[in-house]
């Protein structure tokens, strides 16, 4: 079964890309207007991260996202035969602050989010980085698309590591310099130990894994904005955040990684993954000891003490 989906998949990924942006067109059309997959979520994500804006600027915001989407699904499939030097064209990253930091023998943390395409983002970085790439991956449930997938990811060097092992394979993975990946927007599976702020106008939780990982370990950290600049060419603009991640006081991160994803988002907000639900969780009182923001939340928490409003 394996080789009769993949024979498949490469075919299709043979064809040029102006038909396979035509095609694109059609599936986003029908996914938007006729079948509204998960369109509920996304216009509702859409009104809590732009209160100000109007249903027609959300819907049109909506549409685009639905064709960045589909473009990035096939613009994965397209990678089963698109050249190293296609692939160089298409997704371009300046590696050489963060290389520059690599000499001096430190690890690096990166930190990205769910914007597209983030299949090239990972290309990008192991085509330029000088020291192993460590990327955590959720394992897709369809065996044969989950081989398939890995395979695309890790074939130019990605040391892929599943989540769910993440644990038991650190020491051996972190016992040489390394620099890991992390799309640092994911939904904590258990809200009441996670970090909690505003994110655009709604209070959601981070997951605290990154930064005390950044902490502990005392890596450097780098977040990534991912620019679409038009279909099928991106720009991976990365931004050093410190050398020394045990520099940083508890919760400093996680702010500036939200401050750094909102300010992405806002600039192109249709290239953010909608279709998840980042509000899943909703705040209770008895997360209160895990509010980290410098903003007051009115009526139910004080800001922290020693921290200054915004």
Known sequence: ?????????????????????????????????????RKKVVLHNLAIAFPEKKP??????????????????????KL???????ICKRAKMDMSACNAIA????????????????????????????????????RISNKVLDKIFYDLRSKRGTILVCAQEFKQRDSCLFSK??????????????????????????PAPFVSGPETGARN????????????????????????????????AKGELTLLYRDFLEAAI??????????HRRWKWDWKQEYEGQWIDTKELPGLVKAKPGMEKK
């Open 177 to 202: 310099q390394y620099s890991l990946g992390l799309a640092a927007d994911q939904n904590p599976g258990v809200p009441q130990t996670a970090s909690w702020m505003y994110f655009f106008s709604k």
């Open 103 to 138: 000499a001096k023998g430190k690890n690096i943390q990166f930190h990205s989010g769910h914007q597209m395409n983030w299949e090239y983002g990972n290309y990008a970085v192991v085509n330029n980085l000088s020291i192993p790439w460590i990327g955590v991956y959720m």
């Open 80 to 86: 089963l035969s698109l050249s190293d030097k296609q």
């Open 1 to 37: 079964m394996y080789y009769l989906v993949y024979g498949l998949l490469y075919a299709f990924s043979l064809l040029p890309f102006f038909i396979i942006y035509r095609l694109s067109d059609f599936i986003s059309f029908v996914m938007f207007h006729i079948v509204g997959y």
């Open 217 to 248: 370990n005392n890596t450097a950290v780098v977040f990534v904005k991912f620019v679409k600049i038009r279909r099928g060419y991106y720009q991976f603009e990365p931004t050093i955040i410190t050398e020394d991640g045990a520099s940083l």
């Open 266 to 275: 806002r600039e192109q907000p249709d290239n953010y993954l909608w279709s």
């Open 56 to 77: 027609a600027e959300l819907n049109k915001i909506a549409r685009q996202f639905y064709s960045n989407l589909i473009d990035t699904f096939l613009e994965t499939i």
